[in-house]
């Protein structure tokens, strides 16, 4: 069922966290511009972290500064959900991956992630 973990994502408020992440052995593998924010993908030690630079997020935000995503790999999407008995829509990532998002009990976001 689940294999490993497949990335993390956070929201920061600058570039910052970019530098600090390529400090710490994360190096960046492709940047994706919106209109609300710049989406950073980076990998180190076969760990992807997804940053979500945005200098005007507001602190009463959904979604607050921080972790936003603990992504989970997974043989099969299909199999993992009916395992855990939960519904989600499949989509395609940023790199034409399959995933869905779950929740915890405590309406914290999961990614399964193939």
């Not at 497949?6 to 570039?15: D, L, N, R």
């Not at 997804?50 to 959904?62: K, L, N």
């Not at 399959?98 to 309406?107: F, K, L, N, Q």
Request: hydrophobic content about 35%.
């Amino acid at each position: 069922m689940i294999t490993g973990i497949h990335h993390f994502s956070i929201i920061a408020s600058s570039e910052e966290s970019i530098t600090f992440y390529s400090a710490l052995g994360f190096r960046e593998n492709k940047r994706i511009e919106r209109g609300y924010d710049t989406v950073v993908l980076m990998e180190g030690y076969g760990v992807g972290l997804e940053v979500f630079v945005d200098a005007s997020h507001s602190p009463a935000s959904s979604e607050p500064l921080g972790l936003r995503t603990l992504a989970l790999r997974v043989d099969s999407i299909e199999e993992t959900v009916k395992t855990l008995g939960v519904n989600g829509e499949v989509k395609t990532d940023w790199n034409g991956k399959r995933y869905v998002m779950i929740t915890d009990p405590d309406g914290n976001d999961v990614q399964l992630c193939e």
